[in-house]
């Protein structure tokens, strides 16, 4: 399945989970066209300043991959520098936030996966 960039569903979400600014979501696939429990497969676009807030996941993981930018991934309270190339990977009760720290947009790859009951 293709699902060309022309066709991707666009989102804006302001204050994302209580971050500050506006996020683009660019959503490459719907949770529809999977046939395993993925939640979202999206491409997050974060202008300097911006960030998406605090949040857990609880029976579920995140994948993030930084595609460009800098940020600040706060993860269970511990902050930390991330850039391009660099992966991150949460869940199971676990929380986090990320911050734009950069002067270009940050975009991050961003795959949720359901854990099974």
Avoid at 76 to 92: F, N, Q, R, V
Wanted: glycine share 10%; with cysteine.
């Amino acid at each position: 399945m293709i699902n060309y960039q022309s066709d991707q569903k666009i989102e804006k979400r302001k204050n994302m989970r209580g971050g500050n600014g506006e996020v683009t979501l660019v959503h490459y696939f719907e949770k529809e066209n999977f046939h395993t429990n993925v939640r979202l497969c999206t491409r997050l676009e974060i202008p300097p300043g911006a960030g998406i807030g605090q949040h857990i996941h609880d029976n579920e993981e995140e994948i993030y991959i930084i595609t460009r930018g800098e940020c600040m991934i706060c993860e269970d309270g511990c902050e930390k520098k991330a850039a391009a190339g660099d992966a991150i990977l949460t869940g199971s009760g676990s929380s986090h936030s990320v911050k734009n720290t950069g002067q270009e947009i940050l975009e991050i790859t961003a795959v949720i996966i359901v854990q099974q009951p």
